[in-house]
């Protein structure tokens, strides 16, 4: 009984009707009921710094966004078996951004469609089915995507790694075998491919992997290591997939793509999260000779994908990351947020190691600066009490122990500033 909006009865009824794997964020729910920019408001009118949302990229309902969608579907929303310009301008402005020729788009309407497609051009274009992963991916829900994503599949509720699932081990120059700073870091930890490769001689059809892994911790990957790993894996014969739906879209800061910083072209890239500021859309884009072996006589066709309305929130996201050249935003403010944080690793031991480029960004916790041993109930004790002084965190990686950081890129030097100063109050007051 009672009031209908109490979060009590939100809990009962979501208890009642909703999956009840779909956790939720913090001890204590947040009933957020609109957001702006770089805020969250609750029911209440309390507003929460957040740093969690990567999906809304340009900004909480940026209202650029919403007019151009507002506008499209008062109009027109059908799906993309008629001609219309929006899916054309817009695979072309996307393509625009890429290298190579990375010409030709699939348009779907989640991250996991987009990488179920890639694993399906993928296996196509070569003609097997064995995968390369990289150790705590995540790739999406559905069944093929678990199958090659360790961070579901060697969790509660998964299962056996299959057969043609290859996992390659995290290139973490942190806690790694290979450190930070040691020669040739990238290189040697693409060579761990090479026994796999040699193995499962021409069974190996590509590699799936972020460019900076979100799951995995954060992670940075060493210098050269993408360029070794993709130079080995087309030397067996396999494609590269980049999925670039976490990091993507400029968030690195010193360039558009994550791949980028890597020095490397990949043959297929995955697109999602923050392609449409929130609105579904996603993308697989790759060459027209990978396009043409996939065209084998069955359509690609997904009703959502690419429709109007969806490529007009595509195309007002492009439109607002050049206008206020957010980009450039991210790698200013997420290298003075980063010194920040710096600064307080050498206060606080607890701070093990901060990482991350532009605003994808990592703060691995440790008990013991020598062991290494991960601080994971402090993580979920900082993000509890950072919650508690409103700004919103979270906590990554396979030992629970990474504090996430990715804004929407709308994050401004006063928001740093608010975060750094909560960030080390806690530190100070939990003397973790
Ligand atoms: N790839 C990566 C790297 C992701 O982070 C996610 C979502 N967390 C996905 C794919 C799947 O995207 P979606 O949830 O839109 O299906």
Redesign the pocket.
Known sequence: GGDPTHKSNLLAKRRHSLGPNLSLSYREPLHIVRGEGCYLYDAAGRAYLDMVNNVCHVGHCHPHVVAAVQKQLARLNTNTRYLHRNILDYAQRLTATLPGNLSVCFFTC??????DLALRLTRNATGRSDMLVLDAA????TRA?IEVSPYKYEGRGGFAQVETTHKLPMPDGFRGPIKHGEPEIGRRYAEQAGPILEQKHNQVAGLIA?SLP??GGQIVLPDSYLHHLYSMVRDAGGLCIA?E??VGFGRVGTAMWGFQTQNVVPDIV?L??PIGNGFPL?AVITTPDIAATFDNGMEYFNTFGGNPVACAAGLAVLDVLENEQLQNQAHQVGTYLKQGLVALQKQYPLIGEVRGLGLFLGVELVRDPESLAPADREAAEIVERMKARGVLLSVDGPLHNVLKIKPPLVFGQAEADIALFHLEAVLKETKL
Do not use: I, P, R
Not at 110 to 115: D, I, K, M, V, W
């Open positions: 989640t991250g996991s469609e987009a990488n995540y790739h999406g829900h995507l972020e979100g799951c999925d739906v976490q995955t999602g999260k996603a």
